[in-house]
């Protein structure tokens, strides 16, 4: 029942930023939580960051300090912001939530980003 759309990516040098977007077809305030993947050529696609409906926040260790998780409720919408981005963080990345425990996950098309050296 619940689909994202995800949007934004592209190519970046190193060192620059980039902002990508997931959109969903509810009111993501019902959403249980909502988090970024992502998968590179021939690895295991890994969780990036996490938010809760509560609002709290987790990161992967290889991009704290660098990257942001935030939600616009009027939009439906949530962003990561991704800042001094590195060559290995290029990769096809995915939006996931979980609307309720027990329900189904629910994955975006991914959207590509490139980080040039």
């Known amino acids: 029942q619940v689909q994202l759309v995800e949007s934004g990516g592209g190519l970046v040098q190193a060192g620059g930023s980039l902002r990508v977007s997931c959109t969903a077809s509810v009111n993501i305030f019902s959403i249980t939580r909502m988090g970024w993947y992502r998968q590179a050529p021939g690895k295991e696609r890994d969780l990036v960051a996490q938010i809760t409906q509560s609002g709290s926040t987790y990161y992967a260790d290889s991009v704290k300090g660098r990257f942001a998780i935030s939600r616009d409720f009027a939009k439906n919408t949530v962003y990561l912001q991704m800042n001094s981005l590195k060559f290995e963080d290029t990769a096809v990345y995915y939006c996931?939530?979980?609307?309720?425990?027990?329900?189904?996950?629910?994955w975006g098309q991914g959207t590509l980003v490139t980080v040039s050296s």
């Open positions: 996931n939530a979980v609307l309720l425990e027990g329900y189904p996950e629910v």
